[in-house]
């Protein structure tokens, strides 16, 4: 299930939050200020893990290049 990063921006707090593809362009609520006015951008960690077992947050790797 993919991560998904949120700013706010009426008090600019970055949050993050687990949603199905299919909520992801749901309005997310701000937990700082509870401002509604938020925007998302797909994070580069996804959670692994479901059902009622233990879920864990994998980064990607940054990117390289064989020519720097």
């Known amino acids: 299930?993919?991560?998904y990063d949120f700013a706010?921006?009426?008090?600019?707090?970055v949050f993050e939050k687990k949603l199905r593809m299919s909520q992801s362009s749901d309005p997310q609520t701000c937990p700082g200020c509870g401002s509604g006015d938020?925007?998302?951008h797909m994070s580069s960690a996804f959670a692994v893990g479901g059902g009622s077992g233990p879920t864990r947050t994998i980064s990607a790797p940054p990117p390289s290049s064989p020519f720097t």
């Open 8 to 13: 706010c921006r009426e008090c600019g707090q």
């Open 1 to 3: 299930m993919p991560m």
């Open 38 to 40: 938020t925007r998302r």
